[in-house]
C-alpha cells in the first residue's frame, strides 16, 4: 500500500473520534469498534463490533485483522486511532522487553501497510519495556502526540522498591513518557511527560465538551500500598501537561489496568481490563468526578485484553461483519 501524505494544512486529524455524539439529522450513523490483542499477542490484531457500545462481538470470527511480522513478532497493547481522512493508524508493543513500537495504517482495517519500528528510549542504555502505546494528534501544536509507559531501572530510585519484580532482579518502576512528529516519520526525542511520584502506566486521552482527561493505572505496588486501579486528571491538551495531584479513582476494584473511555449516549464510559480475572469491566460517570462499577452490564470477547474503543462508519462496519 502506498504511504498516504501528511501535508501540513491540508490534513486536519480529530484527537479522539470515538467521542462525538449522535449524528445529527442526515449523518451516517456510527457503531463501537474495539481493537484488542489475545493469548501472547502472537495472533495480532483482534476487532469486534457493538451497536450499543455495551455488549461487543468478534468480527471475523475472532481471527486476525493483522499478524505482528516485526520485533518479537507479537503484538500486545495495540491502539488505534483514525484520522478525518479516513486513515486508521495502529500503535502497539512489538515485545515485553522492547524499546521500539510498532506502526501501521490502513484505509479499511482488511489491507495494511508495511509495518514499520518507531524508536524510543533512545538516551537510556537500560529499558526493561516499553508497554501501553497510544497516538493521539494535537491540533494546538499540529503534531502526532506518541504515548508509553517504561521502567528504567535506577531513574526513580524512590520507587524502585516495587513488589513487582522482573528477572534479574530488577523491579517495575513505570512512568509515561511521551515524543513527537509531524508526519509519522521524522520523530522528536523521547521525554519523560508524567511523573506524579509514584509508578503510572497504561496512559490515555480522552476529550469531552471541550476538556481533555488522562486516565492512567496506578500501579503503586509497595508494602501494604496496592493500587493498580484506573485513575483520572484532568488537563488541557495532550501537546500540554496534566496535573499530578489528586487523581480521581475510576475503578474501585484492584488489578485493573489498559483503560480506554468513550462516551455512550449521556454516560461516560471508561473500559479496563481485570487482569487477575481475566475479564473487561467498567465504570461510568455522568459529571467525572463520582465513578460508578457497571461491570455486570457489559460483553466482551473472552479473553480480549487492552483494547482500545472507538467509532466508525456503520457502512465499514457492514463490510466487517461481511468477512464473517
Same mark, same amino acid.
Given at each position: 500500500?502506498?504511504? *498516504?501524505?501528511?501535508?501540513?494544512?491540508?490534513?486536519?486529524?480529530?484527537?479522539?473520534?470515538?467521542?462525538?455524539?449522535?449524528? +445529527?439529522?442526515?449523518?451516517?450513523?456510527?457503531?463501537?469498534?474495539?481493537?484488542?490483542? !489475545?493469548? @501472547? /499477542?502472537?495472533?495480532?490484531?483482534?476487532?469486534?463490533?457493538?451497536?450499543?457500545?455495551?455488549?461487543?462481538?468478534?468480527?471475523?470470527?475472532?481471527?486476525?485483522?493483522?499478524? *505482528?511480522?516485526?520485533?518479537?513478532?507479537?503484538?500486545?497493547?495495540?491502539?488505534?486511532?483514525?484520522?478525518?481522512?479516513?486513515?486508521?493508524?495502529?500503535?502497539?508493543? #512489538?515485545?515485553?522487553?522492547?524499546?521500539?513500537?510498532?506502526?501501521?495504517?490502513? $484505509?479499511?482495517?482488511?489491507?495494511?501497510? +508495511?509495518?514499520?519500528?518507531?524508536?524510543?528510549?533512545?538516551?537510556?542504555?537500560?529499558?526493561?519495556?516499553?508497554?501501553?502505546?497510544?497516538?493521539?494528534?494535537?491540533?494546538?501544536?499540529?503534531?502526532?502526540?506518541?504515548?508509553?509507559?517504561?521502567?528504567?531501572?535506577?531513574?526513580? +530510585?524512590?520507587? @524502585?522498591?516495587?513488589?513487582?519484580?522482573?528477572?534479574?532482579?530488577?523491579?517495575?518502576?513505570?512512568?509515561?513518557?511521551? &515524543? #513527537?512528529?509531524?508526519?509519522?516519520?521524522?520523530?522528536?526525542?523521547?521525554?519523560?511527560?508524567?511523573? +506524579?511520584?509514584?509508578?503510572?502506566?497504561?496512559? #490515555?486521552?480522552?476529550?469531552?465538551? /471541550?476538556?481533555?482527561?488522562?486516565?492512567?493505572?496506578?500501579? !503503586?505496588?509497595?508494602?501494604?500500598?496496592?493500587?493498580?486501579?484506573?485513575?483520572?486528571?484532568?488537563?488541557?491538551?495532550?501537546?500540554?501537561?496534566?496535573?499530578?495531584? &489528586?487523581?480521581?479513582?475510576?475503578?474501585?476494584?484492584?488489578?485493573?489496568?489498559?483503560? #480506554?473511555?468513550?462516551?455512550?449516549?449521556?454516560?461516560?464510559?471508561?473500559?479496563?481490563?481485570?487482569?487477575?480475572?481475566? &475479564? !473487561?469491566?467498567?465504570?461510568? !460517570?455522568?459529571?467525572?468526578?463520582?465513578? $460508578?462499577?457497571?461491570? @455486570?452490564?457489559?460483553?466482551?470477547?473472552?479473553?480480549?485484553?487492552?483494547?482500545?474503543?472507538? &467509532?466508525?462508519?456503520?457502512?465499514?462496519?457492514?463490510?466487517?461483519? @461481511?468477512?464473517?
Amino acid at each position: 500500500m502506498k504511504r *498516504p501524505s501528511f501535508a501540513r494544512g491540508l490534513l486536519v486529524f480529530l484527537l479522539l473520534p470515538l467521542f462525538s455524539l449522535s449524528p +445529527p439529522p442526515g449523518k451516517e450513523r456510527s457503531l463501537f469498534l474495539f481493537a484488542y490483542y !489475545t493469548g @501472547d /499477542g502472537g495472533s495480532g490484531l483482534h476487532l469486534a463490533l457493538s451497536e450499543d457500545g455495551w455488549k461487543y462481538q468478534a468480527l471475523k470470527k475472532g481471527k486476525s485483522f493483522l499478524r *505482528p511480522g516485526i520485533g518479537d513478532y507479537i503484538l500486545l497493547d495495540p491502539h488505534l486511532m483514525q484520522s478525518q481522512d479516513g486513515i486508521f493508524h495502529l500503535v502497539w508493543a #512489538t515485545g515485553k522487553s522492547r524499546k521500539e513500537i510498532g506502526y501501521a495504517w490502513s $484505509k479499511n482495517l482488511i489491507d495494511w501497510s +508495511p509495518q514499520s519500528l518507531i524508536k524510543v528510549m533512545e538516551k537510556d542504555s537500560l529499558v526493561l519495556n516499553v508497554s501501553g502505546p497510544e497516538l493521539h494528534y494535537d491540533g494546538a501544536s499540529q503534531k502526532f502526540i506518541l504515548l508509553w509507559a517504561s521502567t528504567v531501572p535506577g531513574k526513580f +530510585p524512590e520507587t @524502585d522498591n516495587s513488589r513487582d519484580s522482573l528477572p534479574g532482579g530488577y523491579r517495575l518502576n513505570h512512568r509515561i513518557y511521551r &515524543k #513527537t512528529s509531524s508526519d509519522l516519520v521524522n520523530w522528536s526525542g523521547s521525554e519523560i511527560w508524567y511523573e +506524579p511520584g509514584y509508578p503510572v502506566s497504561d496512559p #490515555t486521552i480522552a476529550t469531552d465538551s /471541550g476538556r481533555s482527561y488522562l486516565f492512567f493505572q496506578d500501579a !503503586t505496588n509497595k508494602g501494604s500500598n496496592f493500587q493498580h486501579n484506573v485513575k483520572v486528571v484532568q488537563g488541557y491538551s495532550p501537546g500540554g501537561s496534566f496535573p499530578v495531584e &489528586k487523581p480521581i479513582l475510576v475503578s474501585k476494584r484492584t488489578h485493573a489496568e489498559a483503560p #480506554t473511555a468513550v462516551r455512550i449516549d449521556s454516560q461516560f464510559v471508561v473500559f479496563y481490563h481485570r487482569y487477575k480475572s481475566g &475479564k !473487561t469491566g467498567a465504570s461510568f !460517570t455522568k459529571d467525572f468526578k463520582k465513578w $460508578k462499577d457497571v461491570s @455486570d452490564s457489559i460483553s466482551f470477547p473472552r479473553g480480549a485484553k487492552h483494547g482500545c474503543i472507538l &467509532k466508525i462508519p456503520a457502512r465499514l462496519a457492514d463490510k466487517l461483519r @461481511d468477512l464473517d
